[in-house]
């Protein structure tokens, strides 16, 4: 019985920690706004381990116009649809994605 309450305690005091997390992240101003046009996240802000992957950075500014190079990149990687949007991602993570998807096509051409 004392180890139930001990779990029960434990998990409120973690929910209300979640709790507070999410109330403080929507104070500072991570992602606010919640409109068309308006982004959540945008470029890298580093990674949780040494090898984990990078870490888009919470960003509530509005989309923009990428520089040519990266639109095309984008339209190569996803299609016609990103040919006249404005965007909420930065070139380095566009290069990941490709990096991403050349790595998991290798993998998949070799387990097969």
Not at 44 to 64: K, R, T
Not at 65 to 90: F, Q
């Amino acid at each position: 019985m004392l180890n139930r309450c001990a779990n029960w305690r434990h998990l409120f005091f973690l929910s209300i920690s979640l709790f507070r997390l999410c109330v403080h992240a929507t104070e500072d101003g991570w992602t606010n706004i919640h409109e068309e046009g308006r982004c959540a996240i945008r470029g890298h802000c580093g990674s949780e381990s040494l090898f984990g992957p990078q870490l888009p950075c919470p960003d509530n500014g509005e989309a923009e116009e990428p520089a040519e190079d990266v639109r095309k990149k984008l339209v190569d990687i996803c299609g016609d649809k990103w040919t006249d949007t404005l965007v909420c991602c930065k070139e380095e993570q566009v290069l990941d994605d490709v990096v991403c998807l050349f790595v998991r096509h290798v993998l998949t051409e070799m387990i097969a």
